[in-house]
């Protein structure tokens, strides 16, 4: 293959979730199948990385300098989730379930991977708690050491004047999930999560 679709496919395949066979169809479908489509996803990219940044208050994407969730007055700005990346905060959306707004960390706490607190978007956290916006923290962090660890710093850096509620999203058996084929730490999430049968 030439050298330019050999650095093609390389840069496709750091991609994330895109592997050698993967990057490889894509670079043949814009070089051979599809050239036409090649000039509209270059200037979607260039376009999207002129306009495109960071929410000044909760790190979501904007083009502005609010994201959509937070500029939308029908929204709880007192309710805040606390995700680690966007997608989880667009799957989040996609329930439907959470009527207020959020904050995006942009990861976890890892000090085995060198993510310390100065990594993460941790400090317009706490000076949106400090300003008195904040009536309940929902923290929907990953249920692994990491996200353990990063619900502990957060609560722990709370300020201590503030009464601000702090909840943590339940774990346990996935709908329509059956107990049998559930692992151990699921299942004592899962009882550890109970709540009032009614």
Do not use: W
Not at 116 to 133: K, M
Not at 135 to 155: F, K, P
């Amino acid at each position: 293959m030439p050298s330019a679709f050999e650095t093609l496919q390389q840069q496709l395949k750091q991609l994330p979730g895109l592997g050698f066979r993967s990057a490889e169809r894509i670079a043949l479908h814009l070089l051979v199948e599809k050239p036409e489509r090649l000039p509209t996803l270059v200037a979607a990219l260039e376009q999207a990385a002129k306009t495109v940044r960071r929410c000044v208050r909760c790190g979501h994407l904007a083009e502005t300098e609010l994201c959509v969730i937070c500029a939308d007055d029908r929204r709880d700005p007192t309710l805040v989730c606390v995700v680690e990346h966007v997608p989880d905060l667009v799957a989040l959306e996609r329930s439907a379930a959470h009527r207020g707004v959020y904050h995006v960390l942009h990861g976890k706490l890892s000090p085995i991977n060198g993510v310390g607190p100065e990594h993460l978007n941790l400090d317009a956290l706490i000076a949106r708690v400090q300003a008195g916006d904040v009536r309940e923290m929902i923290l929907a962090l990953s249920n692994d050491v990491e996200g353990e660890a990063t619900c502990h710093y957060l609560t722990s850096h709370l300020p201590p004047d503030q009464s601000v509620k702090v909840s943590r999203i339940g774990f346990g058996l996935p709908s329509g999930g059956g107990v049998l084929y559930a692992d151990s730490v699921t299942l004592k999430n899962a009882l550890e999560s109970r709540r009032s049968y009614s």
